[in-house]
Every structure is written in structure tokens, then in C-alpha cells.
């Protein structure tokens, strides 16, 4: 399958699981919403981009496993910080 195609579809499975966990009016609903829908999301378009820097460096595949894992978590940590100055900029 061709990686936007894969790409879509994982960015679809996590939008539907923060729309289901934002509308959700039950604890386990919103468990199930933000702890199994969205990470499997998270998986496909994670997963996508260390396939496509192993077909483009088939001799560097730990280097590029592990640039691709730094790039993944420095987005969360910044993102963190931005989202949260968006969202609570008083941090009531």
C-alpha cells in the first residue's frame, strides 16, 4: 500500500479517537477512545515513515530508526509545551 495511503488512514483512526474520547460521557468510553483507538492510530503513521527511511538507507537502519524515534519524541515534548500555552495559557 503507498505510504499516504497509510498515512490517511492512520491520521483518520486517530482523529476518530480524539473525536470519541471528546464527546465520550463514560469513563471506560474515554479509556477505550484515548488509550486503544488512538494509539493504534499512532502506530500506523509511526510505523510509515521507519519504512520508508529503511528502503532509502537499507545500510543505516539503525541510524535512521533512531533519528526517526528523536524526531517523534522531540515533536511531543515541544508540541507539549505549545499545546498547553494554547490551551491554559493562565495554567489555571
Known sequence: MHPSIVLTIGSAIMLLGIAIASFAETWPMYVFAAAVIYPFGIAYVYYTPILCG???????KGLISGLIL??????????????????????I
Request: aromatic fraction near 32%; charge should be negative.
Open 70 to 91: 528523536g524526531g517523534f519524541g522531540f515533536g511531543a515534548f515541544f508540541f507539549g509545551f505549545i499545546s498547553t500555552a494554547l490551551t491554559n495559557p493562565d495554567d
Open 54 to 60: 529503511w528502503e532509502w538507507f537499507p545500510n543505516n
